[in-house]
DNA sequence: ACCTGTCAAGTCTGG
DNA sequence: CCAGACTTGACAGGT
């Protein structure tokens, strides 16, 4: 099994290169000038949008192809107070710039609109919301000129008190998106409501790939084993092509999201590091099967947690490194 | 230079 | 029914 390393949004190694720096919503209002104060938003996108271009030459030099983009690129984009503003074609030159860099070097690029992108809400306004995010989202990966290959990682979202009908109503809710954004969602289970079973049997339902976090599944399950459900999760990952000629692969290997507890009284929270123990006696019970595998990595320590990891798995026995960010098991 | 409270958004819990 | 917690990096305002 090849496997490929990621992290997350911004780096820990090169300096002063925040993919999002923003503005506040009070801030933007003291601003006397509206049309100055857009403009900052736009400058503020712009730089943003650079520091992840240099983000992903950091990538470059050390073999990562596999990377999250920030969700906060774009200082108050779909705030109430901005709804005529689309920044979107004002940024096309730097989104461009951005996606030719990632394609000219095929890397693997996504998104996580954050938990407020919720499709088993029953409040009409928080639908809406939820779907004009994801259309931005989609927007934004249109711009970098990026196909379906790059893709938008959600969760479920709240119970409500009901899991059953709020994951009937992702389902209802989630087939009325249009095909062009359905077919750039991936689904995660999460470490409260939606464990990696529910999430698995909804991702079957709708037809998308699932996310395995495993560190949220050791916080939230029914006493499932991840090793045990992986056939299932490895599956979502193949595609009928138009239906006809059977599953095929997808473009995509499957990804997995690492991360380990912070402490034994906060296990929920993420740690600085990741530890190597959990995390590599599944990959040797999933590798027969798996021929290759992408792992995001959720450490607070980002591409640091990734190197150290990487230097970890340099003395286990049966990997080879392949280079400085991908090994083989 | 450094510290503290606050921040667009949603959901859940406890009072 | 409402306030606060949750979680995160970064702003904003203060010393």
């Not at 390393?5 to 820990?12: D, E, F, H, Q």
């Not at 104060?37 to 240099?54: D, P």
């Not at 073999?63 to 940024?91: A, Y």
């Not at 079973?197 to 084993?225: K, Q, R, S, Y």
Request: proline share 5%; glycine share 4%.
């Amino acid at each position: 099994m090849i496997i490929r390393l990621g992290y997350v949004a911004m780096s820990m190694t090169v300096q002063n290169a925040s993919p999002s720096r923003t503005m506040t919503a009070t801030t933007f209002n003291k601003l006397m000038d509206r049309e100055a104060a857009i403009r900052k938003l736009e400058r503020l996108g712009a730089e943003n949008i650079h520091n992840t271009l240099r983000l992903l030459r950091h990538n470059r030099a050390h073999d990562i192809m596999v990377f999250r983009i920030s969700s906060k690129l774009i200082p108050l984009i779909g705030h109430e107070m901005l709804e005529e503003w689309d920044p979107i074609p004002t940024l096309a030159a730097e989104f461009e710039e951005l996606g030719h860099y990632a394609k000219q070097h095929g890397m693997r690029v996504s998104f996580h609109p954050d938990h407020f992108t919720v499709l088993s809400t029953p409040k009409e306004d928080v639908l809406r919301k939820s779907i004009q995010d994801l259309d931005r989202h989609d927007a934004m990966l249109n711009a970098m000129g990026l196909g379906k290959e790059a893709m938008c990682n959600i969760h479920v979202g709240g119970s409500y008190g009901d899991k059953e009908k709020a994951s009937k109503r992702f389902i209802h809710n989630f087939r009325e998106l249009r095909p062009e954004i359905q077919q750039r969602i991936t689904l995660e289970n999460d470490d409260k409501t939606f464990n990696a079973l529910d999430t698995l049997e909804i991702a079957e339902e709708v037809g998308v790939p699932m996310v395995l976090d495993i560190h949220h599944h050791a916080v939230n399950n029914n006493g499932e084993d991840a090793r045990e459900l992986w056939p299932r999760i490895r599956q979502t990952w193949l595609r009928h092509e138009d239906g006809e000629s059977g599953p095929e692969e997808t473009h995509l290997p499957p990804k997995i999201h690492v991360s380990s507890p912070r402490s034994d009284t906060d296990p929920r929270s993420h740690a600085d590091y990741v530890e190597i123990g959990p995390l590599l006696s599944f990959l040797r019970v999933i590798a027969p099967t798996t021929p290759s595998l992408d792992i995001m990595i959720e450490a607070k320590k980002k591409d640091d947690a990734l190197f150290r990891l990487m230097e970890d798995f340099k003395e286990q026995e049966g990997v080879s490194v392949l280079n400085q960010a991908s090994i083989q098991l």
